[in-house]
């Protein structure tokens, strides 16, 4: 099982900055994916940045070049530093993570679940 609690939304003007965290906790080795994803209201969820256990981003064309997706492995920590904020930024962010390992025993495991955060909300509004 693996817990993931985000922080780091709230209020802010366009153009303002906001730095989202997610720490994963639990009982497990390593986590290959990290990643976030947002909820506007009336739309599906859809992937904003994913950052792998070797370094490897993806970003969703609209938040390229203003958004920044880092981890810190030996914290199990990944953050989404958000810069140039558009009122269409406003959704619900949701942190994900996937591939995780855990040891059963001496024996490596890997888990095929998909995990998901609570959601903290992020809105851009003057």
């Known amino acids: 099982q693996v817990q993931l609690v985000e922080s780091g939304g709230g209020l802010v003007q366009p153009g303002g900055s906001l730095k989202l965290a997610c720490a994963a906790s639990g009982n497990f080795f390593t986590v290959h994916t990290m990643g976030w994803y947002r909820q506007a209201p009336g739309t599906q969820r859809e992937l904003v940045a994913t950052i792998t256990s070797s370094g490897n981003t993806d970003y969703e064309e609209s938040v390229k070049g203003r958004f920044t997706i880092s981890r810190d492995s030996a914290k199990n920590t990944v953050f989404l530093q958000m810069n140039s904020l558009e009122p269409e930024d406003t959704a619900v962010y949701y942190c994900?993570?996937?591939?995780?390992?855990?040891?059963?025993?001496?024996?490596?495991?890997?888990?095929?679940?998909?995990?998901w955060g609570k959601g903290t909300l992020v809105t851009v509004s003057s």
């Open positions: 994900n993570v996937r591939g995780i390992t855990y040891y059963s025993g001496s024996i490596l495991m890997t888990d095929g679940t998909e995990y």
